[in-house]
């Protein structure tokens, strides 16, 4: 009977040890598929609407224009890079994620900038709102002027459903208005965020 016992309960240690392992091979291969997609799938690059705000469109290489405060360390006022109507680009996605930015120029050169990148994911209305609830990642760059347009920076961002809408904010560390003029790469999916 002791044996029945302590042979029911290693089947049962073994079953449940199997069903972990298999729970943990399928997170790590959806996990390895998830990063070979965002590295391995097509950037779509957008630029700014005339008059330099939002929406951000495909065909076009105008960058955005975005203003610091005249405040050191605050945030200037928030434009809106995407109005949700930018995705997708590519038919047939269903999500995507800010991967690059690329700085065109700047108004002064050798400043440090504070890029915010805030979304609506969370149903809020504006940009204050998605930064008091936490829906935003910052890029801390320092900019040489003569370098600017060189090398895009990469964007650690969540993905996002289509028609979630963005905005940008800057700062610097200076008491005195500074704009910044960029365009930014997504990378879009076949799968919902």
Do not use: C
Not at 129 to 153: E, R
């Amino acid at each position: 009977m002791a044996g029945r016992s302590v042979s029911h309960t290693i089947d049962n240690l073994l079953r449940t040890l199997v069903r972990a392992l298999q729970t943990s091979v399928g997170t790590v291969d959806l996990s390895v598929t998830t990063h070979d997609l965002h590295f391995h799938t097509y950037e779509r690059w957008f630029g700014a609407s005339p008059g330099s705000i939002g929406p951000g469109l495909e065909t076009t290489m105008l960058p955005w224009r975005v203003t610091s405060s005249a405040t050191a360390n605050l945030m200037g006022n928030a434009i809106v890079l995407f109005d949700g109507t930018e995705t997708p680009s590519q038919t047939g996605m269903l999500s995507f994620d800010p991967h690059r930015i690329q700085i065109v120029n700047v108004q002064n050169n050798g400043k440090t900038w504070r890029i915010r990148i805030a979304d609506n994911s969370g149903g809020h209305a504006n940009f204050a709102a998605a930064v008091a609830a936490g829906y935003y990642t910052d890029v801390v760059l320092s900019i040489d002027k003569t370098q600017a347009d060189s090398v895009p920076i990469d964007i650690k961002e969540k993905r996002f459903n289509n028609g979630t809408k963005l905005w940008v904010a800057v700062a610097t560390q200076d008491a005195a208005a500074q704009w910044l003029d960029f365009l930014i790469g997504i990378h879009e999916y076949d799968r919902v965020a």
